[in-house]
């Protein structure tokens, strides 16, 4: 078995703007809550949580061997922010350290931020699963 090929340009392109929607959609649910000074002046760790995209992406598309393992962790990432932030935050669960406001603006900025991750899970699942196989005809 050969070495992974380098992907496309047109691959490339794809799962960075998939990973550039996911990063956006935080950046517009932190706006929406909190201001967009909070995204300006990172208060709410914007560039901290933008490193993992980012790191995630690079080895993906600089490390042939290392691209279906990088491809599960940004898989991972986008499942952990569509779950855990687009879903579980919005709801007032008592497990939750603070008390989430039930407003159609805090919807909205959670349904953004769940949306926005996936083009992630859509682009990468189909790459770690492989191309579908059309049904077989009788």
Known sequence: MGRPAVPSSRRMLLVGAAIAIAILGSLAHNAIEFGIGSVLVSQNGELPLAFPWI?????????????????????????????????ITV?????????????LTHYLA????????LPVLAVLLREVTGPATAPRQA
Do not use: K, M
């Open 55 to 87: 790191a995630g992406f690079l080895t993906w598309w600089r490390i042939p061997q290392a691209r279906i393992p990088a491809a599960w962790f940004l898989i991972a990432l986008a499942g952990l922010n569509l779950i855990g932030g687009g879903i």
């Open 110 to 117: 959670h349904l953004i931020y769940g949306v926005a991750q």
């Open 91 to 103: 709801l007032p669960l008592g497990f939750l350290p603070f008390e989430p406001e039930q407003s």
